[in-house]
């Protein structure tokens, strides 16, 4: 396998001559590119939680005391590794020739992206995708990459006619938007297509002009989704467990005995219910999605014109998050550590939402087909992003800002604003 630190299958042909006497930089330097390399290709091929040191030791072929000189674990290795891939690769894409400026710059920093990708998929999945398996350690150093890059976009936004004073939560979500395909096309194995996909997804991006007027946050909390019945069922009571445990420790660290101690049933009516925690996993995100799903069109259907309609349905998602806030955290953060099973199922529920765009494309037939896509992951990236920063609770504050982002690209900046300031009712 093709890494940035050399094909898989030479690393041990790489280790050095014994009695060979070179610098301990240069020593320390070729173990370490050994074991990223080896760690790239392991967890291609078996994923992050089934990769071991001994794995990395026999690909690599260094020994286990000069890994542990290195590194205290796997995961201390991984963020090593993320951070030698990523820190260069920012800093050549955002901090290089300054000229051109501006929307040539931009383009050429978006093809780059690309590029680097689609050249080394195996290292960009690695970080992309697999480490958020690793941990919130792992997830944070990601972050910090995103916000380099975001600091760009911004940046670049300045420099552009119509853009000037672009509000940061919209410039969060073109690059979440960004992010989104980028990180569905790597999961799949289909990170080629993002070529092809360049004109269009560029297209989106600067077809967002700053809204006219500041984003309002809305005066009153929208009313939430009624509560449930005290008395779930035995395989919803499951799921809502699952769904707490998930919140408290995490995916990869929760039991079976966990939800079903949460739920207060036996390990046997688990089971008669579900195999294993992944289908109960999977039963959770359905589960989810379909309550939400049960507020958010009915409310679409209700709204009138097409525009005030995506904002009576957001509206509607975004209470039933904040009412919700267990399911809706399970779905759009924690989501992440469970496999591709998991995202390609999150991903079913985005692509139906979709559908809510079809009259914006009659509206405006010039706007890309790849926009629906970037918006759904914008979308996703907001409803992430409060979360983590204050809760599921919280959600209704971005309805507006959510609004504009869908909107924008079809009925212009004006509009979209005025509409995503309005209260869902066309006020």
Avoid at 13 to 28: D, I, K, N, S, T
Wanted: aromatic share 8%; hydrophobic share 40%; charged share 25%.
């Amino acid at each position: 396998m093709r890494t940035p630190w050399g094909n898989s299958d030479t690393l041990r042909e790489r280790r050095l001559r014994p009695g060979q006497r070179l610098p301990a930089e240069e020593v320390a330097r070729n173990q370490r590119e050994r074991l990223f390399a080896a760690l790239v290709a392991i967890v291609a091929e078996k994923g992050y939680d089934a990769t071991r040191v001994e794995d990395l030791l026999d690909l690599s072929g260094v020994s286990r005391s000069a890994f542990y000189e290195h590194f205290s674990d796997k995961q201390d290795c991984l963020l090593a590794a993320v951070d030698a891939f990523l820190e260069p690769t920012v800093r050549e894409i955002v901090e290089g020739d300054s000229r051109p400026h501006g929307e040539a710059r931009a383009r050429q920093v978006l093809d780059a992206l690309i590029e680097r990708i689609v050249d080394q998929p195996s290292a960009a999945r690695m970080c992309f995708v697999d480490v958020f398996a690793a941990g919130e350690p792992a997830v944070e150093q990601f972050d910090r990459a995103i916000d380099a890059f975001q600091a760009f976009v911004a940046a670049s936004y300045e420099e552009m006619p119509g853009h000037e004073g672009m509000p940061p939560e919209v410039v969060r979500a073109v690059v979440g938007g960004l992010r989104k395909v980028m990180h569905t096309r790597l999961y799949r194995g289909d990170q080629g297509e993002l070529r092809e996909l360049e004109p269009q997804l560029w297209k989106w991006a600067i077809s967002y002009e700053t809204p006219p007027d500041p984003l309002r946050r809305p005066r009153s909390r929208p009313s939430g989704a009624a509560p449930g019945p005290n008395g779930y069922d035995q395989a919803e009571r499951i799921l809502r467990a699952l769904a707490a445990v998930v919140a408290e420790k995490g995916y990869q660290a929760m039991t079976v005995g966990d939800i079903a101690s949460r739920a207060s049933i036996s390990l046997s009516t688990f089971y008669a219910n579900f195999p294993d925690k992944e289908e109960a996993m999977l039963a959770a995100i359905d589960s989810g999605s379909a309550q939400m799903l049960a507020t958010t069109l009915p409310a679409f259907r209700r709204g009138g014109d097409w525009p005030q309609a995506v904002r009576s349905a957001i509206g509607s998602m975004f209470a039933f998050a904040a009412a919700e806030p267990e399911y809706t955290t399970l779905g759009a953060v924690d989501i992440y550590a469970a496999g591709k099973r998991a995202l390609a199922q999150r991903d079913q529920v985005i692509e139906g939402m979709q559908a809510l765009l079809n009259s914006g494309y009659e509206r405006n037939p010039s706007v890309p087909p790849i926009a629906a896509e970037a918006i759904g992951g914008a979308i996703y990236s907001l409803i992430y992003d409060q979360i983590k920063r204050s809760g599921a609770e919280t959600m209704p504050e971005i309805a507006p800002l959510a609004t504009y982002v869908i909107l924008a690209p079809f009925i212009g900046a004006e509009q979209a604003c005025a509409v995503a300031n309005s209260d869902g009712r066309g006020r």
